[in-house]
T-cell receptor, first 110, second 113 residues
Framework: GQNIDQPTEMTATEGAIVQINCTYQ??????LFWYQQHAGEAPTFLSY????GLEEKGRFSSFLSRSKGYSYLLLKELQMKDSASYLC???????????FGAGTRLFVKA | NAGVTQTPKFRVLKTGQSMTLLCAQD?????MYWYRQDPGMGLRLIHY???????AKGEVPDGYNVSRLKKQNFLLGLESAAPSQTSVYFC????????????FGPGTRLTVL
């Protein structure tokens, strides 16, 4: 079967660092995406990993281990505007379909 | 350059009514997708299209039909709406396969009474 697991909710403090984990079991693998989704809005792209390792983009970093079926999104210097849902998604072999996790709701408190 | 647009933004239907959701894109992308998003379940793929005149079923296609007569438009139809189809519907596009993110429309919030 195909499954993507990520925590339902997390809370962190403004200025801190938070790591959101994602584990996946899919029938094929052709890349892992992280999206940010504010309440009532569409998802927006944050990062893409297809090879093992860390991809850094400003305050956001994403890590992938294909052998472990594991990824994490690291958010540094948290800001109140980072309060949102973070979606982990895996594109399958062939590239036509992307499977989404249920998302992690992050609450940033002052 | 509007990107991906969806019409309508909100709609309330009665059980058994029909409607069509329109997704339009001006980015010349080949691939288009329809998803539904329900609380606690993430985005689920309904149907998708890899080019003009082609469509294929996703994870949850029952109760929906689609058409892609023009490259820039992807229509999602509900022939006989049911309360279980109450959801937020997102259209997405991508220009090619691996490495390219999906660009999402703003969503359509549908309620079926």
């Amino acid at each position: 079967g195909q499954n993507i697991d990520q925590p339902t909710e997390m809370t962190a403090t403004e200025g801190a660092i938070v790591q959101i984990n994602c584990t996946y079991q899919t029938s094929g693998f052709n890349g892992l995406f992280w999206y940010q989704q504010h309440a009532g809005e569409a998802p927006t792209f944050l990062s893409y990993n297809v090879l093992d390792g860390l991809e850094e983009k400003g305050r956001f970093s994403s890590f992938l281990s294909r052998s472990k079926g594991y990824s994490y999104l690291l958010l540094k210097e948290l800001q109140m505007k980072d309060s949102a849902s973070y979606l982990c998604a895996v594109r399958n072999t062939g590239g036509f379909k992307t499977i989404f996790g249920a998302g992690t709701r992050l609450f940033v408190k002052a | 350059n509007a990107g991906v647009t969806q019409t309508p933004k909100f709609r309330v239907l009665k059980t058994g009514q029909s409607m069509t959701l329109l997704c339009a894109q001006d980015m010349n992308h080949e691939y288009m997708y329809w998803y539904r998003q329900d609380p606690g379940m993430g985005l689920r793929l309904i149907h998708y299209s890899v080019g003009e005149g082609t469509t294929a079923k996703g994870e949850v296609p029952d109760g929906y039909n689609v058409s892609r007569l023009k490259k820039q438009n992807f229509l999602l139809g509900l022939e006989s709406a049911a309360p279980s189809q109450t959801s937020v519907y997102f259209c997405a596009t991508t220009p090619r396969l691996a490495g390219d993110t999906q660009y999402f429309g703003p969503g359509t919030r549908l309620t079926v009474l």
